[in-house]
């Protein structure tokens, strides 16, 4: 990755980002958000909602590849006995299957179970950081905050699932530490579309209180205008 900086076309303006101080953040791209059986669909939720941000992401992260950024993946999920997943998080609700229950993909959202693993389509290289999260937050009880730093890094181009529950959360947390975010737009998605919508606009409102929002074709513009100006 060059020193190069790249603007991207994004709202509620453009913004410039030196791609050797970028990382790439994809939240809990996980079989038990993603696919029937799961934890999401446990809750009522239309998984196949989520589908649409697969293959932006996926542009966008073989793009990260080739020019060498930083990619960060996390899951949410807990551990075996349950000790870092509060009462009021496993008991609310009326879902089909609770947090630690038998599913079709292992016990419901706990780690080293199938269903707690990242797609196939974006799994992780081996070189690649993977974040474990107990709560909707990546910087919540994680090393994420020490990757960074360790790294350099000052931006972070967000995408994933949920659109307002679990990127939201990592943005806001992200903000209140210094980092500027750009949100890919069409790599987040939602159960619920207007929840989606909502949840970008709450990001880049105020003249982007929490980030920027940008869709995938226009971060891809920017990291290619910038590898043809190297």
Partial sequence: MTNSSGTIAAEPEPIALDWSKTALVIIDMQRDFMEPGGFGETLGNDVSQLARAVKPIGAVLAAARDSGMLVVHTREGHLPDLSDAPPAKVERGAPSLRIGDPGPMGRILIRGEAGHDI????????????????????????????????????????????????????????????????????????????????????????????????SSAAVLEAMETTKTLA
């Fill in 119 to 214: 797609i196939p389509e974006l799994y992780p290289l081996d070189s690649e950081i993977v974040i474990d999260k107990p709560g909707k937050g990546a910087f919540y009880a994680t090393e994420l905050t020490d990757v960074l730093q360790k790294y350099g890094i000052e931006n972070l181009l967000v995408c994933g699932v949920t659109t307002e529950v679990c990127v939201n959360t990592t943005v806001r947390e992200a903000n209140d530490r210094g980092y500027r975010c750009v949100v890919i737009s069409d790599g987040c998605a939602s159960y619920f579309p207007e929840f989606h919508e909502m949840g970008l606009r709450m990001i880049k409102a105020q003249g982007g209180i929490f980030g920027w929002v940008a």
